[in-house]
C-alpha cells in the first residue's frame, strides 16, 4: 500500500508539472524563449510554478489523510448509529469519582530518601480516606524500614508491607549485571498483587521511591480515572511526559494531556482487571519495557500529560546516573494546579480523539526539523515528516526530542506521531505513509 500511494504521488507531481509546463509555453505572453520576456518575468513565473507547486503538496497531504481514514474505516469497520466503539459508557464529561479510593503504592527499598517521596505525598494528599498510603518495602534495609514506620506509626491511613522474599535470584552469568531489575520485577509483582488481591482495591496509583508529585498529582489522577473506567483501549493513565524538558513543552497549557502508545511509567494508574491479565504473564525483569511491548498491553494506549507531575531525583538507582544526568534531570515538574476532576475530558477517548488527531496532523503544511529550529516554518504548527529509523532518529535529534524506541514505537508516539512544543510551534513528527502499526524492527 505504501509503494502504491508513493507511485500515486509521484505519477501526480510528474503530470502536473508538465501540465504547468505546457500552460506556461501556451500561454498569452508568448514562450519563455521570446528574447523580449525580461527576466522579471522569467522570475516572476518560476515564482507563480513554486507556489503551485506548493499548493499541489498541500493538496497531496489533504489527500493521504484522506486515504488513511477510508483504510481504517476499512479496517475497523463502519461505525453503527448510536454505536461507540471503544465505550463501555457513552460520556465521560467530567469525573464523577466521588467515592472511589484510589490507594497509592510507593516502592521502597534501600533509600532512606523515601522520606522526600512521602513528605510530598503528605504534603499535596486532599483526602486520606480517598488516597490511603500503602508503601511496599524490598530489600529488608532496616535503615529504610525504620523511616517509614514513622510515618506509619503516624498516620493509619499509611501502611508498610514487606516483600518476603529476599532472595538471591539464580541468573546466569550474562545476566548479572541485571539482577537489580529482576528484583525489582519481582516487587512489583508482589506489591501489586498485595494491593489487588490481598486489599481487594480497585485502582492504585504506583510511585516509586523516588519520585517528587506536583501539587496536583491527585487532582490529575482522580480526574482522568473516569477514562480508565470508560474507554476499554486505555489501560493506564502516567504522570511522566518522555519529552517534558522545558524547550520541548508548552508551559502555558498545563491543562492538556494526550494519549499515547508508549508506556511512559514514573507513576501511573493501573485497574484490577488490567492487573489480573498481566499478572500471569508478568517478565522475569525489565518490566516497563514488556508494557511497552503491544503483545503484552493489547496494543492499548495510556494517558500522559503535556507537563509531567512527577520528577526523578533518583540519581544513584539500578540504572546508575548517566541517564538521569542526560535526561532526568531536565524534565519539568508542573507547578501550577490543575482541577482535572472539573475538567470535560472526552476528548481523550478514542473515538473522539483519533479522528481529529489524524485530520490535523496531516493537514498541517510539512515542514523540515532545520526550518522548525530555525523558526522558519509557517504557521503556528508544522508537520515533520520521516519515513524510516533513520529519517526519524535525524529529526528527533533535531528538535531535541528522544530519539529510541522500545518494540518499534518512538517516545509518547501515538499512532506513529510524535509532538512537541518547539520554538513556539506545535510539530508533529509524523510518518509520511499510511500508518496502521508500529514496526518492531525499528530500532
Ligand atoms: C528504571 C526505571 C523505573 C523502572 C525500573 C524497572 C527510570 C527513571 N526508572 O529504574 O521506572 O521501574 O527501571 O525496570 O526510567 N527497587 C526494588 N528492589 C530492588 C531495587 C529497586 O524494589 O532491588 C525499587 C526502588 O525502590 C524503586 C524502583 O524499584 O522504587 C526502581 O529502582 P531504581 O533504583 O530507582 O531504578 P531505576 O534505574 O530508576
Ligand atoms: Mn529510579
Redesign the pocket.
Known sequence: MRLYLKKFFVVGLVSLFIISVMLFYNGNEGPIVNKSVKVEDIETRINKLEEMMDNQLTESGKLLQMVVERIREKKEGPQAEGEVNYLRAPDVGKAESKGTVLPVL??????VT?KRCLDNLIKFRPSKETFPIIV????GHNATYQVIRSFTDADPSITVVR?PDLSEIPLERTNIKY???Y??????KF?LNHVFKTLGHEAVII?????DISPDFYEYFQGTYPLLLKDSSIWCVSAWNDNGKKQLVDLSRPELLHRTDFFP??GWMLRADSWAELEPKWPK?????WLRDPVNTRARACIRPEISRTY?F?K?????GL??DNH?RYIVLNSDFVEFTKRDLSYLLKENYDHNFTKYVYSLPESTAEEVMAGAAPGPAARVAYSNPKTFHKAAKRLGLMDDFRSGIPRTAYQGVVQCKVKDRRVYLAPDFVWTQYDRTWE
Open positions: 510507593v516502592i521502597a527499598c534501600d533509600r523515601v511496599s518495602q524490598d530489600c516483600q539482577k537489580g531489575y528484583k525489582i520485577a519481582r516487587h512489583f506489591a510511585v516509586e521511591d523516588d519520585l511509567g514514573l525483569a525489565f518490566f516497563d519495557d526523578s533518583g544513584a538507582g539500578v540504572s546508575k541517564f538521569f532526568l
